[in-house]
Nanobody
Framework: QVQMVVSGGGLVQPGGSLRLSCVVS????????MAWWRQAPGKEQEAVGE???????NYAGSVKGRFTVSKDNDKNTLFLDMNRLQPEDSAIYYC????????????????WGQGTQVTVSS
């Protein structure tokens, strides 16, 4: 069964940057559709950046132009580069994966890494 370990969260000042990493084990990342989600206190979970069935990345409107999702298949690692961070970006960030079979991403995503806290504050 695939497992994911997330790292890179922390405290950053407004306008700062962070990079989150999600290392996948127990399976090839290329066999899964990958995504970053977040959840802030009192709010619903939000998909921050998610690969679709064609390999394109869909971003939440609130992060478009500031956040970038990338992956290194050789290292089985998914990344989230976050720039120009704002207090409203404070949340627990999760890496998620869904099986990718015959060109289709199975949702809801079945596999989740542990969350990492991102706090944006001065």
């Amino acid at each position: 069964q695939v497992q994911m370990v997330v790292s890179g969260g922390g405290l950053v000042q407004p306008g700062g940057s962070l990079r989150l990493s999600c290392v996948v084990s127990g399976g090839l990342m290329s066999s899964y559709c990958m995504a970053w989600w977040r959840q802030a206190p009192g709010k619903e979970q939000e998909a921050v950046g998610e690969f679709d069935d064609r390999g394109n990345i869909n971003y939440a409107g609130s992060v478009k132009g500031r956040f970038t999702v990338s992956k290194d298949n050789d290292k089985n690692t998914l990344f989230l580069d976050m720039n120009r961070l704002q207090p409203e970006d404070s949340a627990i960030y999760y890496c998620a994966a869904g099986r990718f079979i015959s060109g289709y991403c199975y949702r809801p995503f079945a596999y989740w890494g542990q969350g990492t806290q991102v706090t944006v504050s001065s």
